[in-house]
């Protein structure tokens, strides 16, 4: 089996809560991890046992006893929010890794429920503890990790794009200051602004040229 197929079956028997209590930044790297050797096949509190004996099968291992010390497996619950307590930041939609939180700032946030995957990360985010997590009155199943992963991924991708064009308009602003500077006595402090600014561009430059992450 080809690494990149190994990962994406790994990646599938995961639950796609993207919790992070595995100790990565989502499934997707946890199963990388995995394939690696980098990471034992426990540490998904969301899978649960069951995750674990899936996983083993899968890669023809062992199979080890999850790991509680990183949580413990639970139904699937789902974040509300307290409208009264609500003071709009945003934190809250910033954590959320699959955008199932609405809102605008200074304005109540709104989770929708279906989309909640549960991963408990916009509760040490929320500056004021207006977040609970209610039980749901069905188990995550297989088509709700499908849509988290994709939900997962597009956020990925939205974020990388949004930091692309960060960077590309502080380079145009980097490269209007340089022309500026042209104008200026050509002292030693210009000469220190210029030297600065160009190598502030070419690291810019350098960071643009890097592939784009998944």
Request: no cysteine; aromatic share 0%; hydrophobic share 40%.
């Given at each position: 089996m080809a690494p990149a197929d190994r990962v994406t079956?790994?990646?599938?028997?995961?639950?796609?809560?993207q919790c992070t209590k595995c100790g990565f930044e989502g499934c997707r790297p946890y199963a990388e991890a995995i394939d690696r050797g980098e990471a034992d096949i426990d540490r998904c509190p969301p899978g649960g046992q069951q995750g674990v004996a899936a996983l083993a099968a899968l890669l023809q291992r062992p199979e080890p006893p999850l790991d509680r010390s990183r949580g413990a497996t639970r139904p699937w619950h789902a974040a509300h929010i307290d409208p009264a307590l609500c003071i709009g930041c945003t934190l809250c939609i910033s954590a959320c890794p699959v955008d199932a939180i609405i809102g605008a700032p200074r304005r109540m946030h709104t989770v929708i429920a279906p989309l909640c995957s549960g991963c408990d990360l916009c509760l040490p985010a929320c500056p004021v503890d207006c977040i609970t997590m209610h039980p749901q009155s069905r188990d995550w199943q297989a088509d709700d990790?499908?849509?988290?992963?994709?939900?997962?991924?597009?956020?990925?991708?939205?974020r990388e794009r949004h930091a692309h064009e960060d960077r590309v308009r502080l380079l145009g602003k980097a490269g209007a200051k340089l022309e500026a500077l042209a104008a200026e006595p050509a002292d030693a402090g210009t000469e220190r602004k210029r030297a600065l600014i160009e190598a502030a561009i070419q690291r810019a430059r350098k960071r643009l040229a890097q592939p784009t992450a998944r």
């Open positions: 079956r790994i990646d599938a028997l995961l639950p796609q809560t990790a499908v849509q988290a992963r994709e939900r997962h991924q597009a956020r990925a991708e939205r």
